[in-house]
């Protein structure tokens, strides 16, 4: 199976702050990485896809990057709804392995 | 607007089983792939399992096979997870995801957009 490790897997920032999360896969996965947002008990909601590629919906404010192994997601500029857990997804292989998430809280 | 609407889930006894139900509305089910994935209470997303948009091709990760069966009725607008042997280990909400295509081997490989809210099952004694 491909491993899919997350960090940080926590981070405390402010509104308005710039944060980044990272991925790295064990194999490389060419750009079949997606990221994903869960708030508490609440179901995971699809935000970028193809490593870079928003989703239907998503706020300019999230980007995505990366190719092979090393993949970012960044949210320019943090809003309150923004606070959340985030994780990273492979789908190049089966299973389509996540990562351990990371969660972003307010400082 | 698409809704995925998982049911099924419940209590039961470790080596038990329950059949999850996701029902589909809002778009044409027979032409996607579906996939399920689980989540322990406090714990990360684990992919249990996947099934192309006519029932033929499934996948179901090693922690499942020869338990779990991913199947789907596409006149009823339906995903199905049977679960059985089930362990502690078993315990989690369960959610079905929409693939972004109907084949789940396709190159380059579809991700998945929708998710449904999810259904718990609770394996305890």
């Known amino acids: 199976d491909i491993q899919v490790t997350q960090s940080p897997s926590s981070l405390s920032a402010s509104v308005g702050d710039r944060v980044t999360i990272t991925c790295r896969a064990s194999?490389?996965?060419?750009?079949?990485l997606a990221w994903y947002q869960q708030k508490p008990g609440k179901a995971p909601k699809s935000l970028i896809y193809a490593a870079s590629t928003l989703q239907s919906g998503v706020p300019s404010r999230f980007s995505g990057s990366g190719s092979g192994t090393d993949f970012t997601l960044t949210i320019s500029s943090l809003q309150p709804e923004d606070f959340a857990t985030y994780y990273c997804?492979?789908?190049?292989?089966?299973?389509?392995?996540f990562g351990q998430g990371t969660k972003l809280e307010i400082k | 607007e698409v809704h995925l609407v998982e049911s099924g889930g419940g209590l039961v006894q470790p080596g038990g089983s329950l059949k999850l139900s996701c029902s589909a509305s809002g778009f044409t089910f027979g032409r996607y792939a579906m996939h399920w994935v689980r989540q322990a209470p406090g714990k990360g997303l684990e992919y249990v399992s996947a099934?192309?948009?006519?029932?033929?091709?499934?996948f179901y990760a090693e922690s499942v096979k020869g338990r779990f069966t991913i199947s789907r009725d596409n006149s009823k607008n339906t995903l199905y997870l049977q679960v059985s042997s089930l362990s502690v280990d078993d315990a989690a909400m369960y959610y079905c995801?929409?693939?972004?295509?109907?084949?789940?081997?396709?190159?380059?490989?579809?991700?998945?957009?929708?998710w449904g809210q999810g259904t718990l099952v609770t394996v305890s004694s």
């Open positions: 194999h490389g996965i060419s750009r079949w």
């Open positions: 099934i192309s948009s006519n029932g033929e091709s499934t």
């Open positions: 997804q492979q789908y190049n292989d089966y299973p389509r392995t």
């Open positions: 995801v929409r693939h972004m295509g109907h084949d789940i081997w396709s190159y380059p490989p579809p991700s998945v957009d929708f």
